[in-house]
């Protein structure tokens, strides 16, 4: 089973500043990850639990790299995308 997780980046560091696999989504990725990774240091690390700001722009780039494998044909039968409200389950 693979995992596809969309924000690889932690505390605002990332060992590579990676594009998406949507060229059109690569600006998205790069909003939501600024978005995540301000929450995270700003809010969450701090004890602020209240919820993520950026959900709907996770959507939206969720959307687009969805729309980015179909249209490239890459086979992903067997993975499962990870997301707001999506735990990852324990096999």
């Not at 240091?41 to 701090?46: G, I």
Request: net charge positive.
């Amino acid at each position: 089973m693979f995992f596809i997780c969309y924000s690889q980046t932690v505390y605002g560091y990332s060992a590579l500043k990676m594009n998406s696999v949507g060229e059109g989504c690569t600006e998205l990725k790069r909003e939501y990850d600024q978005c995540f990774n301000r929450w995270f240091a700003e809010k969450f690390l701090k004890g602020d639990r209240s919820g993520d700001p950026c959900t709907e722009m996770f959507k939206k780039y969720q959307h687009c790299v969805q729309k980015a494998i179909k249209e490239k044909d890459i086979p992903i039968d067997g993975v499962e995308f990870m997301g707001p409200n999506k735990e990852k389950r324990d096999r």
